[in-house]
T-cell receptor, first 111, second 112 residues
Framework: QQQVKQSPQSLIVQKGGISIINCAYE??????FPWYQQFPGKGPALLIA?????SEKKEGRFTISFNKSAKQFSLHIMDSQPGDSATYFC??????????FGKGTTLSVSS | DGGITQSPKYLFRKEGQNVTLSCEQN?????MYWYRQDPGQGLRLIYY???????QKGDIAEGYSVSREKKESFPLTVTSAQKNPTAFYLC???????????FGPGTRLTVT
């Protein structure tokens, strides 16, 4: 019930394409869903986050889509660039509890 | 320039030795966290602290210890009881606790 399942494990996208990473959760009490971006040898950086009262949040080329009934949320990267090549982690939690992280997706954007 | 600093970036130790990893933040955050990252495993929570002089075990606390004597500092000791200590260790902080966690650059520990 506490797991966050992330897919795919790895993803290769052409430059200019759309990258889509999916996460699923079981605990309906979760109320915070962030995405992190991590470059090799660096710490993760908070990219974008959403609360369950909205179905979509957009920041630049990055969009979170949230489906409360399906208990799924996804990250869409529009116009993917080689500089977006990194590992992406989804996470979820409810108030006062620890973030539960997915196992990560390694994105490679080919030029 | 606000942020989280971790030192050292790389650390090498012999098996059986305790080692302490440093984490400092100047973001004035109440909560601080330690995670361990192994390839393909995501981030696993070791310990967290929501206030000075208080901390709680995470999912994989065995073989680790922490202290929180100052708001800015949350050092992690990897003891000789930790069976497989070689990993990438990440410190994070947040305010309010548990949301919007910001990570440091990490310390890569290698034990041989």
């Amino acid at each position: 019930q506490q797991q966050v399942k992330q897919s795919p494990q790895s993803l290769i996208v052409q430059k200019g394409g759309i990258s889509i990473i999916n996460c699923a959760y079981e605990n309906t009490a979760f109320d915070y869903f962030p995405w992190y971006q991590q470059f090799p040898g660096k710490g993760p950086a908070l990219l974008i986050a959403i609360r369950p009262d909205v179905s979509e949040k957009k920041e630049g080329r990055f969009t979170i889509s949230f489906n409360k009934s399906a208990k799924q949320f996804s990250l869409h990267i529009m116009d993917s660039q080689p500089g977006d090549s990194a590992t992406y982690f989804c996470a979820a939690n409810q108030a006062g509890t620890a973030l539960i992280f997915g196992k990560g997706t390694t994105l490679s954007v080919s030029s | 320039d606000g942020g989280i600093t971790q030192s050292p970036k790389y650390l090498f130790r012999k098996e059986g030795q305790n080692v302490t990893l440093s984490c400092e933040q100047n973001l004035n955050h109440d909560a601080m966290y330690w995670y361990r990252q192994d390839p393909g495993q995501g981030l696993r929570l070791i310990y967290y602290s929501q206030i000075v002089n208080d901390f709680q075990k995470g999912d994989i606390a065995e073989g680790y210890s922490v202290s929180r004597e100052k708001k800015e500092s949350f050092p992690l000791t990897v003891t000789s009881a930790q069976k497989n200590p070689t990993a990438f260790y990440l410190c994070a902080s947040s305010n309010p606790p548990m949301y919007e966690q910001y990570f440091g650059p990490g310390t890569r520990l290698t034990v041989t």
